[in-house]
């Protein structure tokens, strides 16, 4: 029993940390998203709708410790609505005048509230399990972004001989097949304010996004920068190029 | 030497009041503006300049990240992603930082290689050569401690193998390491001495720079032909002409530099770093940033650890006695017809021992990297010394002028411009 207990308790530190884990898994299918391109952008209302998977249904287990409420405008939620959201949940504060901890609701300033108050609480709740951190999941796993949405939409029935661990579950593209976490999305899981149907693979698809851009906030602004600078060097290039043929043209070298 | 003010030149009356007292103008004018420069340089001598602009924007963007840094186990991670979110423009900041790192490197070695096919270490230029490896070797422990301070994965795993190389030394081994770390494992003081250190040892490459470049203003560059300027007609004043085409490559470095940091600023990293360290959690492969790959795979082709660690180390090392290595007496591997095939097959096994650092440490990359270092080691230590016995190289053009402008154009002597020929160059 002893012996059985330890081999689940490694196991489940060992699936906790999907990229880390030994074992083959196919690579992700390219799902195609916009923000992949060169010079993609965001679908926003992509990104809102997979904030609401984020909040309705990823929250329930996993944190975004590095997203603060008031992040929610770049997507294009007004300050009212976003307000409105942060107001929804009860974030702790203190110690005040007598010394004491309390709950008040979340202003645009607090970070996003993490389902546990800390890892050990996380692994209790989770069969051992640590659900990870979203902030930056996409940056943390190669292929971030179709590796996620492939993920979301990779559960099924274990092949013929292959044993499921107690508590495990069988996904394609996880490396080594067993995942802790079970299948999440079910059609019409969420239901859209925008009248989107909400297939599994749109609910993928739209978190995916959120997450996308939660990772890396500054994608837009920064590749337009890079159009502007490249463009900039392009002609101080030619320019200097000139001149410097200018300046050896009576030079033989 | 009479003491007193000295003798001026500029005109303009403030500057030469402050030229006289410090001939800070005077210097420059001699050193950048007439200082005579082979006049058949191709593009590859760009990178020495390149290498230097590249360190001052890693000591600017360096500075206003440890602002905004926190060397703290509990906070590292975090205080990264803050500047990447909420500090102005610190996605920037941090992006040209990080992928400078890898910029530099692509720049230094090409200046390295540059250096070795045409022979620039070779006398009088020997201290110069080596103080440059000295550069390069504080550019790698700069780096490195520079990728531990994110304190992901990556970070904590590579410092964990890292310094544990030093456990491979009998004896005094573990007693350095648990030196090296400020405790048992790599924790928080190792974490903030590293974070000092990384801030401290560009300072020193600056230092070690300002010798290069000293050195470099005695001997004068080597050039593509690998043979003395003999007189005014050979050389070139720098300004305007070497200071226009460096200006063409910096233009072509900022464009690559532009290129991964706007559009794939992690193409170069690891994602597993974006995973904050976690002691208790191995990642599947641990893997240097890619200008280390060469060098851990010399590391681990090796099946003995403290044997690996030697060659690991000696196959730095040996540069600094390369200009005794190389026996001939010909410079420039343009007239070295034979040593010139095994010098690229040279380039090739570096390439291969990057590729194969990145690879699992199993068959058939192990014996790859076996093959490819044997032959890392077989160009320095025998190929080089036995060719330069043996080769029979091309003949050497007379003079620089006589190999670009043709025998007859060299009694006229180079176009040199009124202004600077007006004004008699001392030789430095």
């Not at chain 1, 976003?82 to 110690?95: K, N």
């Not at chain 1, 995916?208 to 500054?218: M, Q, V």
């Not at chain 2, 030469?16 to 503006?33: A, C, F, N, S």
Request: hydrophobic share 50%; charged share 15%; net charge positive.
């Amino acid at each position: 029993m002893r012996v059985l207990k330890a081999l689940a308790l490694a196991a489940s530190v060992f699936v906790a940390t999907p990229a880390l884990a030994a074992g083959e898994a196919p690579a992700a299918p390219n799902a195609g998203f916009s923000f992949n391109a060169l010079l993609g952008t965001f679908d926003r209302g992509a990104q809102q709708r997979g904030f609401q998977v984020y909040k309705e249904v990823c929250s329930a287990c996993h944190g975004m410790r590095l997203m603060s409420y008031r992040n929610l405008l770049d997507i294009g939620l007004s300050e009212s609505e976003a307000r409105a959201i942060a107001a929804s949940f009860q974030v702790t504060d203190g110690p005040n005048d007598e010394g004491a901890m309390f709950e008040r609701p979340a202003r645009l300033s607090d970070r996003f509230r993490s389902p546990f108050p800390n890892d050990q609480a996380a692994r209790a709740g989770n069969n051992g399990a640590l659900p990870p951190d979203l902030s930056v999941i996409t940056k943390a796993r190669h292929d971030g972004a179709n590796y996620v949405r492939a993920l979301l939409i990779g559960y099924r029935d274990p092949p013929p001989g292959v044993t499921v661990m107690d508590g495990m579950h069988y996904n394609e593209y996880f490396p080594g097949h067993q995942i802790a976490m079970p299948n999440v999305l079910n059609d019409g899981q969420v239901t859209y304010a925008d009248g989107t149907n909400a297939t599994v693979d749109q609910m993928a698809r739209d978190v995916t996004t959120f997450l996308a851009w939660a990772a890396e906030p500054e994608t837009e602004r920064r590749r337009q920068m890079g159009v502007k600078i490249l463009v900039f060097l392009a002609i101080l290039g030619g320019l200097a190029y000139a001149t410097k043929r200018k300046v050896w043209a009576d030079v033989k070298h | 030497m009479a003491i007193g003010l000295h003798d001026s030149q500029v005109s303009n009356p403030v500057l030469r009041w402050i030229d006289q007292r410090l001939p800070v103008v005077t210097m420059m004018q001699k050193e950048y503006g007439t200082f005579p420069t082979p006049r058949n340089f191709n593009y590859f001598w760009n990178f020495g300049a390149l290498a230097l602009i590249n360190l001052v924007i890693m000591i600017a963007t360096g500075i206003f990240l440890a602002m905004n840094y926190q060397p703290h186990t509990a906070h590292a991670f975090d205080s990264v992603e803050r500047i990447m979110r909420d500090v102005n423009f610190g996605w920037l900041i941090r992006y040209v930082h990080m992928n400078g790192a890898s910029m530099f490197f692509i720049v230094v070695y090409i200046h390295i290689y540059r250096g070795m096919y045409y022979g620039s270490y070779k006398k009088p230029r020997e201290l110069l050569w080596m103080l440059g490896v000295v550069i390069f070797l504080l550019m790698m422990a700069t780096a490195f401690m520079g990728y531990v301070l994110p304190w992901g994965q990556m970070s904590f795993w590579g410092a964990t193998v890292i310094t544990n190389l030093f456990s491979a030394f009998p004896i005094v081994g573990p007693e350095i390491v648990t030196w090296l770390w400020g405790g048992f494992s790599v924790d928080n003081p190792t974490l903030n001495r590293f974070f000092a250190l990384h801030y401290l040892l560009p300072f020193v490459i600056f230092g070690v720079v300002f010798l290069h470049v000293a050195a470099l203003h005695i001997t004068g560059s080597n050039n593509p032909l690998g043979i003395e300027p003999k007189g005014p007609q050979d050389t070139l004043p720098f300004h305007p002409y070497y200071t226009i085409k460096d200006s063409v490559g910096i233009v072509a470095y900022f464009a690559l530099f532009a290129l991964l940091v706007f559009f794939m600023p992690n193409y170069l990293g690891h994602p597993d770093n974006y995973i904050p360290a976690n002691p208790l959690v191995t990642p599947a492969h641990i893997v240097p940033e890619w200008y280390f790959l060469p060098f851990y795979a010399i590391l681990r082709a090796v099946p003995d650890k403290l044997g690996g660690v030697l060659l690991m180390f000696g196959s730095i090392l040996v540069w600094f006695v390369l200009p005794w290595l190389d026996t001939s007496k010909v410079r420039s591997m343009r007239f070295r017809p034979v040593a010139r095939i095994f010098f690229f097959l040279f380039i090739v096994s570096f390439f291969v021992l990057m590729w194969a650092g990145g690879k699992p440490a199993e068959q058939p990359y192990v014996i790859i990297s076996q093959l490819a270092t044997a032959y890392y080691f077989l160009w320095f230590l025998v190929l080089l010394p036995v060719l330069g016995k043996l080769e029979k190289p091309l003949p050497l053009p007379e003079s620089i002028a006589a190999a670009v402008l043709g025998t007859k154009a060299v009694l006229g002597g180079g176009p040199i411009p009124q202004a600077v020929a007006a004004k008699p160059m001392e030789k430095a």
